[in-house]
């Protein structure tokens, strides 16, 4: 006991602790100094009740920037020049649940625009926008709840069948009006309003595919016929000159003749 209790414990180097230290103070001013997430330098990200929100409204966008952060919860888009929604446009944006597209310029959309977000997104609005079709598969799958309002929606088939699946927004829902119809009579009334009714675009959409199938088959139908008259016609026209032109051949009995008359001569 006398001999263990005589014997000093090894001791840790001043050097060391003082390096680790310092390395301790330098990783820790690293971690301080390092941003939570990037921020697109055309937005402001802000951190709000645990959400990330990126607002980028009034910034003259004339495209939904890329490098948004992953953990964005909430983008604001609104008030800017974008045209475009492409495939993917949100696809890494995993926790996003709500995008405001309203005010801006969009006119069309990619099949896959909300591909990658159909299980998180709760809000989207795209409300006053030139948006007149979009494509049948481009909300497919989507749970959110839209504002489509203020655009000038062409009343068809195709659109029909897009509101049939999405949740609108019910209260805009009597401002989805149509600009322009398949039937002229449907124009600046709310569609809902004009589908309530019991009218069926898609029945308007297969009637004008068989008049322009009918119209199809006639002109070709009348194209078979004027060839056909023009073929007989042509060939009677090529008879009948054949044939006077063998009634003005010498008959064989005249040859003859006139034969014998030669032969008498000489």
């Known amino acids: 006991m006398q001999d263990l209790a005589g014997h000093d414990m090894p001791k840790k180097s001043p050097i060391f602790d003082g390096f680790a230290l310092l390395w301790a103070l330098l990783f820790g001013l690293f971690i ?5 997430m990037a921020c697109p330098a055309s937005c402001h990200c802000i951190e709000k009740s645990g959400m990330t929100v ?39 944006l995993h926790y996003l649940q709500e995008v405001d597209l309203s005010n801006n310029e969009i006119e069309t959309m990619d099949v896959g625009a909300f591909q990658g977000v159909s299980d998180s997104l709760l809000v989207l609005d795209l409300s006053n926008n030139r948006i007149q079709s979009v ?22 088939c195709t659109l029909q069948e897009v509101l049939r699946e999405l949740r609108l927004d019910p209260e805009t829902v009597n401002e989805v009006i149509c600009h322009t119809a398949v039937q002229e009579e449907y124009a600046g009334k709310p ?25 199809t088959m006639f002109g070709w139908f009348t194209m078979v016929i004027a060839y ?16 006077e032109y063998l009634k003005s051949l010498p008959s064989s009995s005249q040859i003859s003749k006139d034969f014998d008359t030669i032969s008498t001569v000489l």
């Open 135 to 156: 494509p049948k598969e481009a909300f497919a799958r989507l749970r959110a709840k839209i504002s489509l309002s203020n655009n000038p929606w062409h009343c068809e």
């Open 32 to 36: 301080a100094s390092t941003p939570v």
């Open 228 to 243: 056909v008259i023009y073929y007989v016609r042509h060939n009677q026209e090529d008879a009948r000159r054949h044939l």
């Open 191 to 215: 569609v809902i309003q004009v589908l309530d009714s019991g009218i069926n675009f898609c029945n308007f959409h297969h009637k004008t595919t068989d008049v322009a199938m009918f119209v």
């Open 54 to 92: 990126v607002q980028c409204m009034s910034r003259n966008l004339e495209k939904i920037p890329s490098d948004l952060p992953r953990d964005t919860v909430v983008l604001l888009l609104a008030s800017n020049h974008i045209t475009h929604i492409p495939n993917h446009a949100f696809k890494e």
